[in-house]
């Protein structure tokens, strides 16, 4: 069964802490993305990666890094945690179809709270 | 910018009820690929169907129908026959290729479709 799991499921930070997001995908999949969903707003990209070690900015990237040492894991990183940044965190992998567009596999998602 | 317009935030029906979830969409592109997920209460978004815009055939799954109009933009999903197990958010969403060619998908706000027993 195929699968993209996210580390944790319910994280509550302080303002100014650095945060891991972690998500890792069992089908080999060449792309991974983050998502922000927000009522109201959607889900909106913050960066993907189509390769290990490439990276590209989404719609909101402010705020977050991110990093792909392993073609598997794909982690979000909140440098210095903000009030504004309470949401959920939505990881996704796709397979690299060329100028088709692939079917994205979503995690659980990773509900943050920062107080 | 490719665009997705959801404009029915929530809709609740009685089961058994047919319901339609409209689906907007802004491009420029001439190739592109339009979406549709669900998010049950677990969290979890889930396919339901992709379509390329070379093909304008409706599509039906069981009680889901899709309807795609390049001449409108739109990409409705019809449920027939609602249930109860119907009831979650449902995103429409459209591809959008990225300055490395790599394909990502730009997302609707969402319909909550509640279906009561």
Known sequence: ?115 | AQKVTQAQTEISVVEKEDVTLDCVYETRDTTYYLFWYKQPPSGELVFLIRRNSFDEQNEISGRYSWNFQKSTSSFNFTITASQVVDSAVYFCALSEPSIQGAQKLVFGQGTRLTINP
């Open chain 1, 1 to 115: 069964d195929v699968k993209v799991t996210q580390s944790s499921r319910y994280l509550v930070k302080r303002t100014g802490e650095k945060v891991f997001l972690e998500c890792v995908q069992d089908m080999d999949h060449e792309n991974m993305f983050w998502y922000r969903q927000d009522p109201g707003l959607g889900l909106r990209l913050i960066y993907f990666s189509y390769d290990v070690k490439m990276k590209e900015k989404g719609d909101i990237p402010e705020g977050y890094s991110v990093s792909r040492e392993k073609k598997e894991r794909f982690s979000l990183i909140l440098e210095s945690a903000s009030t504004n940044q309470t949401s959920m965190y939505l990881c996704a992998s796709s397979l690299e179809e060329g100028w088709v567009t692939g079917e994205l596999f979503f995690g659980e998602g990773s509900r943050l709270t920062v107080l």
